[in-house]
């Protein structure tokens, strides 16, 4: 059973270009949250996908957005990147009914230069 | 808003020394409280749970305590081993706001052995 998927593992980047990330939820999850964890912190969260809308949206600007696919798997989008957008960025999947149980992926090492 | 604290690291234990990771939280209500682990290079998983007060949350020989007088769910476990070493977070899902994860900066663990 594989678990919660995510690519790319790592991607550089430069100030003022966009970039997709890209998540595979754990077999039979239908709910993906992503969160933004910058080095040495906690993360934090980003928005939440469930039935292919977004449903929850933490405080984050605009210029990040998402996207959820009939097969449940997830994108999370960010424009115009500046350099306080690097960090590692996380995919978590759960089961609608089951929010506190979060599956976590090993995240995309996201650096703006 | 909702927020959670947790003692600052590095925390520096040799083999099978007591260890307590403190954590309080601020939350309208009665939230859930979780315990998550992340291993160097991986995701976090999910370590332990609560999700009423006086619940104790256990896994692996830690435990946690969800204390709504004091507002706390410290993380504790009575022998540390050399494979404990990782980074700890706290974190909580509030009553109210939807079924957002907010999580503490976290505390690394170094264990000696």
């Known amino acids: 059973d594989a678990g919660v998927t995510q690519s790319p593992t790592h991607l550089i980047k430069t100030r003022g270009q966009q970039v997709t990330l890209r998540c595979s939820p754990k077999?039979?999850?239908?709910?993906v949250s992503w969160y933004q964890q910058a080095l040495g912190q906690g993360p934090q969260f980003i928005f939440q996908?469930?039935?292919?809308?977004?449903?929850q949206r933490g405080n984050f600007p605009d210029r990040f957005s998402g996207h959820q696919f009939p097969n449940y798997s997830s994108e999370l989008n960010v424009n115009a990147l500046l350099l306080g957008d690097s960090a590692l960025y996380l995919c978590?999947?759960?089961?609608?009914?089951?929010?506190?149980?979060?599956?976590f992926g090993p995240g995309t090492r996201l650096t703006v230069t | 808003g909702d927020s959670v604290t947790q003692m600052e690291g590095p925390v520096t234990l040799s083999e099978e020394a007591f260890l307590t990771i403190n954590c309080t939280y601020t939350?309208?209500?009665?939230?859930?409280l979780f315990w998550y682990v992340q291993y160097p290079g991986e995701g976090l998983q999910l370590l332990l749970k609560?999700?009423?007060?006086?619940d104790k949350g256990s896994n692996k020989g830690f435990e946690a305590t969800y204390r709504k007088e004091t507002t706390s769910f410290h993380l504790e476990k009575g022998s540390v081993q050399v494979s404990d070493s990782a980074v700890y977070f706290c974190?909580?899902?509030?009553?109210?706001?939807?079924?957002?994860?907010?999580f503490g900066a976290g505390t690394r663990l170094f264990v000696k052995a």
């Open positions: 978590a999947s759960s089961l609608r009914g089951q929010l506190y149980e979060q599956y």
């Open positions: 077999s039979g999850h239908d709910t």
């Open positions: 609560a999700t009423k007060a006086d």
């Open positions: 974190a909580l899902i509030g009553r109210t706001g939807g079924f957002k994860t907010i």
């Open positions: 939350a309208t209500g009665y939230p859930s």
């Open positions: 996908y469930y039935e292919e809308e977004e449903r």
